[in-house]
């Protein structure tokens, strides 16, 4: 079993920045990529950012985030950021960190059922 901690959320006046933190412990050598995913009220689960954790450190990123948020791997190997910037009130939600491994099925790398393990999420708000 993996553990997954987010940290980092608040509240933000838009054309602001957050910066998001995600943990992952237990057992992660299997661990493939970690990705952020949101859940804004009464819409479904995105997929917002992913980083391939293994060394490559490729990144995709959601089209309605690209060129704002930037994903990276900190100097702990199982510990991922997303730094949030020009923040728009549509991107208040909560925010989740996930994990995907190696084990699993691959459905694609912002698709929610790639991912096993997941954090509990930390609510980002932003005011126009």
């Known amino acids: 079993q993996a553990q997954v901690v987010e940290s980092g959320g608040g509240s933000v006046q838009a054309g602001g920045s957050l910066r998001l933190s995600c943990a992952a412990s237990?057992?992660?050598?299997?661990?493939?990529?970690m990705a952020w995913f949101r859940q804004a009220p009464g819409k479904e689960r995105e997929g917002v950012a992913v980083i391939w954790t293994d060394g490559g450190g490729g990144t995709v990123y959601a089209d309605s985030v690209q060129g704002r948020f930037t994903i990276s791997q900190d100097s702990a190997k199982n510990t991922v950021s997303l730094q949030m910037n020009s923040l728009k009130a549509e991107d208040t939600a909560i925010y989740y960190c996930?994990?995907?491994?190696?084990?699993?099925?691959?459905?694609?790398?912002?698709?929610?059922?790639?991912?096993?393990?997941w954090g509990q999420g930390t609510q980002v708000t932003v005011s126009s």
């Open positions: 996930a994990l995907a491994t190696y084990a699993g099925i691959w459905f694609g790398s912002l698709d929610r059922r790639t991912y096993r393990y």
């Open positions: 237990g057992y992660t050598a299997s661990i493939k990529t």
